[in-house]
């Protein structure tokens, strides 16, 4: 497998891109990893990070780092990056994307599709919006994610996010609701989710991520990500 041999090469590579697959998350990719390696946890000579997580639904990109290499993460994760992203008009969700609990539907029979461009331009630059309840941002010292699982009431805090730049792909209609293609590149910290759910109240509908591909972090690019089969 091409990816053991460069993990176990003499020569191998501090960092690895890896193309994360739909349904595995962050942590998933690095047990993989270590298990085909035979690496154990904490051993000496065999240390495994990555530079940011990506969500179980989503994929592309990830940065790896390897022994020396994860030294190198703390510098990579404020890196921008870009990601491929389909935003379903009609639908919001517990988790901001289709993994969570239906919240609020509504039939979207129509588009202003003019609007839609105009609210998706006007996106660039930064904006204020609340994080995600089910993402790693720490409240009282305890992660968002944790305390909804928990089932615990808590109000998600206002964090600035920026876009560098958004393109409006295209618009597709199903018989309920309306997709948006887009491709963001974005600060780090930037959660697309709740760019999304900000494109849906400016519109006047709910709205939830279907899609979310990352195709690049700083100069690194999917295209030179290792697939795992």
Not at 16 to 23: A, M, N
Not at 44 to 59: Q, V
Not at 62 to 69: L, S
Not at 187 to 216: N, Q, W
Request: hydrophobic share 40%; proline share 3%.
């Amino acid at each position: 497998m091409y990816i053991l041999y460069n993990i176990r090469s003499m020569e191998r590579r501090e960092i690895i891109l890896i193309d994360k697959p739909k349904g595995m998350s962050s942590f998933d990719i690095i047990r993989f990893l270590r298990k085909k390696t035979g690496a154990k946890r904490g051993s000496a000579g065999w240390r495994m990070g990555h530079s940011g997580t990506l969500d179980p639904l989503a994929t592309g990109l990830m940065i790896i780092g390897v022994d020396a290499g994860t030294k190198k993460l703390k510098e990579l994760i404020g890196l921008p990056k870009t990601y491929e992203a389909s935003v379903l008009l009609g639908v919001r969700t517990a988790t901001g994307d289709l993994e969570g609990e239906i919240l609020e539907s509504k039939k979207v029979t129509d588009l202003d599709i003019k609007k839609a461009k105009e609210v998706v331009d006007n996106l660039k630059g930064k904006l204020l919006l609340r994080v995600p309840i089910y993402s790693a941002v720490k409240v009282k010292g305890e992660r968002l994610y944790k305390l909804a699982r928990a089932g615990k009431q808590v109000n998600p805090p206002v964090k600035e996010m920026e876009v560098l730049n958004v393109v409006f792909k295209r618009c597709s209609k199903s018989e309920s609701c309306y997709v948006l293609e887009l491709v963001l590149e974005v600060t780090s910290g930037t959660y697309i989710r709740s760019i999304a759910e900000e494109i849906g109240r400016k519109l006047g509908f709910p709205a939830t991520l279907s899609k979310l591909r990352r195709t690049k972090i700083g100069k690194y690019k999917i295209e030179d990500a290792v697939k795992l089969d």
